[in-house]
């Protein structure tokens, strides 16, 4: 169960990936390659870029596997034969310790992988940031968030 604790620090850096891809634009920052830098991209002059994926690790997997979700909305669990699963999100809304994520899959696209690694589903769910005890950011893409 995740302990009653306010949800600090991973709750802000969250908060900060959701304005910038909200935003979507860079802006003149100085940050190491952190999650929490202040921009999306490799430096202050990256444009196209909407999404900082993450990875997401629970205190219910005692911080050890990324958290994993269905790729569709059937009612199916990770780990049951023919259901495919993703532990990549992009964070969609933050609302107090309560996060709400898209699943996003690999492109397996062999022309269009290698500029769009990821695709979104329309698979969300929604988690208690007290029950997360890591998140692991991967490098700066773009989703087509249409769908």
């Known amino acids: 169960m995740c302990e009653n604790q306010t949800c600090g620090c991973i709750s802000e850096i969250l908060k900060v990936i959701a304005i910038l891809q909200k935003n979507a634009a860079c802006i003149d920052d100085k940050c190491l390659d952190c999650c929490d830098r202040g921009f999306l991209g490799n430096g202050t002059s990256i444009i196209g870029l909407n999404t900082?994926?993450?990875?997401?690790?629970?205190?219910?997997?005692?911080?050890?596997?990324?958290?994993?979700?269905?790729t569709t909305k059937t009612d199916s669990t990770c780990g049951d034969e023919g259901v495919v699963c993703s532990s990549v999100?992009?964070?969609?809304?933050?609302?107090?310790?309560?996060?709400?994520?898209?699943?996003?899959?690999?492109?397996?696209?062999?022309?269009?992988?290698?500029?769009?690694?990821?695709?979104?589903?329309n698979s969300f769910f929604t988690i208690n940031l007290n029950c997360i005890c890591a998140i692991r950011c991967l490098n700066d893409t773009y989703v087509d968030i249409a769908n």
């Open 89 to 121: 999100f992009r964070i969609e809304k933050i609302d107090g310790c309560c996060a709400t994520f898209r699943v996003l899959t690999e492109n397996t696209d062999e022309t269009t992988s290698a500029t769009i690694p990821y695709l979104t589903t």
């Open 52 to 70: 900082r994926p993450v990875m997401l690790y629970t205190t219910f997997s005692n911080g050890l596997t990324p958290w994993t979700m269905p």
